[in-house]
T-cell receptor
Framework: GEDVEQSLFLSVREGDSSVINCTYTDSSSTYLYWYKQEPGAGLQLLTYIFSNMDMKQDQRLTVLLNKKDKHLSLRIADTQTGDSAIYFC?????????????FGAGTQVVVTP | KAGVTQTPRYLIKTRGQQVTLSCSPISGHRSVSWYQQTPGQGLQFLFEYFSETQRNKGNFPGRFSGRQFSNSRSEMNVSTLELGDSALYLCASALSDTEAFFGQGTRLTVV
């Protein structure tokens, strides 16, 4: 099983906000990432946050990090049909090299009109 | 600026054969990592190369190997293919420890 956990499915109406949650277990995490994967495609880096930050905002995306609870969330404002995809939370750990990320199982987001 | 390029995009092989997958990182990136993605196991780290040296390795059998060339291009090889090796193989390149960019992947089917 993964050390990074995510809920598997989220349904949201177009125009509403989506919130995708993630929990991790390693307190030595340095960076936490959100990736998006559309069918048949690779992973697209959406945003990342350094572990000593609480929040990061990037256009429609807001990342919140609660380091005490090891909880990470991604909020997508004004969700569009093009946001339908699988979203992966990932962490890099102090003990590991740059390129080794631990991924969650992914949250499938379905946006309905 | 070109992204991470993986070739081929699709591949069908027979059990027992071997396969080589290629990854060209973003220009200037020296770190290349490989991941296996399957419906059952999700995304699993295979290995990472930096300046032609393997810097980290995941928990995969010795049939999985890789290398990196002086131009940072990387290849991974799987020998004696098994049905369970069918997966999407993803390559990522990184300039620093903040952002890893992924390619479109190679879909390997073992029959």
């Amino acid at each position: 099983g993964e050390d990074v956990e995510q809920s598997l499915f989220l349904s949201v109406r177009e125009g509403d906000s989506s919130v995708i949650n993630c929990t991790y277990t390693d307190s030595s995490s340095t960076y936490l990432y959100w990736y998006k994967q559309e069918p048949g495609a690779g992973l697209q880096l959406l945003t990342y946050i350094f572990s000593n930050m609480d929040m990061k905002q990037d256009q429609r995306l807001t990342v919140l990090l609660n380091k005490k609870d090891k909880h990470l969330s991604l909020r997508i404002a004004d969700t569009q049909t093009g946001d339908s995809a699988i979203y992966f939370c990932a962490e890099s750990r102090l003990a590991d090299s740059w390129g080794k990320l631990q991924f969650g199982a992914g949250t499938q987001v379905v946006v309905t009109p | 600026k070109a992204g991470v390029t993986q070739t081929p995009r699709y591949l069908i092989k027979t059990r027992g054969q071997q396969v080589t997958l290629s990854c060209s990182p973003i220009s200037g990136h020296r770190s290349v990592s490989w991941y296996q993605q399957t419906p059952g196991q999700g995304l699993q780290f295979l290995f990472e190369y930096f300046s032609e040296t393997q810097r980290n390795k995941g928990n995969f059998p010795g049939r999985f190997s890789g290398r990196q060339f002086s131009n940072s291009r990387s290849e991974m090889n799987v020998s004696t293919l098994e049905l369970g090796d069918s997966a999407l193989y993803l390559c990522a390149s990184a300039l620093s420890d903040t952002e890893a960019f992924f390619g479109q992947g190679t879909r390997l089917t073992v029959v």
